[in-house]
């Protein structure tokens, strides 16, 4: 019931189990991002994922004024197309990922439109969630 308020709002959340979000709720930390500040850039360091609690956040172009090409809905997690972009852009398994960190690199551009709320799992945090609950 403490995390009822995250749980309900982010699509990841409302199919799993309530050990699962017990656990994982706890390891959410919230942040707040303004109009027109970045959530993460292009090259950046792949640090955590992300879920996208209230507000409006997109890819954009920087090299194009920052138009946006893309939403992402409240709701929804992002940051992983990035692990994904990277994996493929240097031929590293999918599968492999964690045991590359040091390639893994932001291959987009994410900024918000308005005030948003953001809550960021860190890889550290996902890899002991993976320990725990393998599925």
């Not at 199919?15 to 090259?43: H, N, R, S």
């Not at 507000?55 to 946006?68: A, D, Y």
């Not at 709320?117 to 993976?130: A, Q, R, Y």
């Amino acid at each position: 019931f403490i995390h009822d308020k995250t749980y309900k709002k982010i699509w990841f959340l409302q199919a799993q189990a309530w050990t699962f979000i017990a656990f994982i709720c706890p390891m959410l930390k919230p942040i707040c991002v303004q109009p027109d500040e970045y959530v993460y850039k292009e090259g950046d360091e792949v640090n955590c994922i992300y879920f996208l609690k209230v507000g409006s956040v997109g890819f954009v172009l920087p090299r194009h004024h920052n138009i946006k090409y893309c939403d992402y809905p409240e709701g929804a997690h992002f940051g992983v197309l990035d692990i994904i972009s990277s994996c493929y852009k240097h031929n590293i398994p999918i599968e492999e990922w964690q045991m590359n960190l040091d390639k893994m690199k932001r291959e987009f551009t994410v900024m918000s439109q308005k005030i948003s709320e953001i809550l960021s799992l860190s890889i550290k945090d996902l890899d002991l969630m993976k320990q725990d609950f393998e599925e």
